[in-house]
């Protein structure tokens, strides 16, 4: 166990996120007090209180820590697509999974610990901004689609962010304990493909 550093230690902050992480991980997002919190971090319970209020406002900073890493790897999955629309957009898709898969303490705070993006403006922004780039990616990628047939960019990002989602859950984490013959990357990767065919765009790109 760490050395008790007492609340001048200058990256507590820090240091109490990285052990929530841990907790989160190992006991999920409501099984873990301040106290353990502390206690991992080597800090007395009394210094935790210096800079969060509860158990909550930990786990609200370590998903907006969260979200803004996922937005970064979002960032760099849509860069790495260009030129090209549906490589970008694609790419995005596949983010969502390998940072569930690289950071599940961030995932969990971020998606299943029942923190709503609101509860602080801090936390609102990082959460949009992770958002905003895969609706940027539906948005250049709609281009494609007619008009008439198109539909709103963050509909078209929404529906490609909860099919993300639900792979994740299901079949990446596991937490229903769902079997499938297929990888989650596969179940991914074939879900966009048949949902951009529906809308014509792979054919569009294609072209």
């Known amino acids: 166990m760490p050395k008790k550093r007492g609340y001048h230690h200058g990256n507590l902050r820090q240091a109490l996120v990285e052990a929530a992480l841990?907790?989160?991980?190992?006991?999920?997002?409501?099984?873990?007090?301040?106290?353990?919190?502390?206690?991992?971090?080597?800090?007395?319970?009394?210094?935790?209180y210096r800079?969060?209020?509860g158990r909550e406002d930990l786990i609200a900073?370590?998903?907006?820590?969260?979200?803004?890493?996922?937005?970064?790897?979002?960032?760099?999955?849509?860069?790495k697509g260009q030129p090209s629309p549906l490589a970008a957009f694609e790419a995005t898709g596949r983010a969502y999974l390998a940072?569930?898969?690289?950071?599940?303490?961030h995932y969990i705070a971020m998606f299943e610990s029942g923190i709503s993006p609101n509860r602080t403006p801090e936390?609102?922004?990082?959460?949009?901004?992770?958002?905003?780039?895969?609706?940027?990616?539906?948005?250049?990628?709609?281009?494609?689609?007619p008009a008439h047939k198109r539909p709103p960019a963050s509909m078209f990002a929404?529906?490609?962010?909860?099919?993300?989602?639900?792979?994740?859950?299901?079949?990446?984490?596991?937490?229903?304990?769902?079997?499938?013959?297929?990888?989650p990357?596969?179940?991914?990767?074939?879900g966009i493909g048949v949902y951009l065919r529906g809308l014509g765009l792979i054919a569009a790109d294609k072209e």
């Not at 841990?22 to 919190?37: D, Q, V």
């Not at 940072?99 to 303490?105: D, E, M």
């Not at 990446?172 to 297929?182: D, E, I, L, M, V």
């Open 185 to 190: 990357e596969d179940l991914l990767e074939s």
């Open 99 to 105: 940072f569930a898969r690289r950071y599940p303490g």
């Open 61 to 79: 900073e370590t998903a907006r820590q969260g979200f803004e890493s996922f937005a970064d790897l979002m960032r760099y999955a849509y860069e």
């Open 51 to 53: 800079h969060f209020e």
């Open 158 to 183: 929404a529906h490609i962010w909860a099919m993300s989602h639900g792979v994740v859950e299901l079949f990446a984490r596991n937490s229903a304990g769902t079997q499938s013959p297929f990888s």
């Open 22 to 48: 841990t907790l989160i991980e190992a006991k999920g997002p409501t099984g873990f007090t301040l106290s353990e919190a502390a206690k991992l971090a080597g800090v007395t319970p009394a210094a935790v």
């Open 123 to 145: 936390l609102a922004a990082a959460a949009t901004r992770a958002r905003s780039v895969l609706e940027q990616a539906a948005s250049e990628l709609s281009q494609h689609i």
